[in-house]
């Protein structure tokens, strides 16, 4: 069962990124998501796969 992923809502990793933040705000969906650090502001794309299995908790955007 595929994750439920929109634009805006905030992905929390399992493994950090370099400059130490684990969260990353969505900011395209579709085959390929766009990720964005919320500490550096680095853009990451990923295929939905790698994504979701990267993934350890997702955030909703009103949240």
């Known amino acids: 069962m595929p ?3 929109n634009v ?3 992905v929390e990793l399992k ?3 370099a400059c130490g933040c684990k969260e990353f705000q ?3 969906v579709g ?3 766009k990720i964005k650090c919320k500490n550096c502001g680095r853009l990451i794309m990923l295929d939905r ?3 979701e299995k990267r993934t350890k908790k997702v955030i ?3 949240e």
């Open 26 to 28: 969505i900011i395209r």
């Open 3 to 5: 994750l439920n992923l």
């Open 49 to 51: 796969p790698t994504l």
């Open 60 to 62: 909703p955007k009103g």
């Open 8 to 10: 805006g809502d905030t």
């Open 15 to 17: 493994k950090q990124h």
């Open 31 to 33: 085959m390929d998501i």
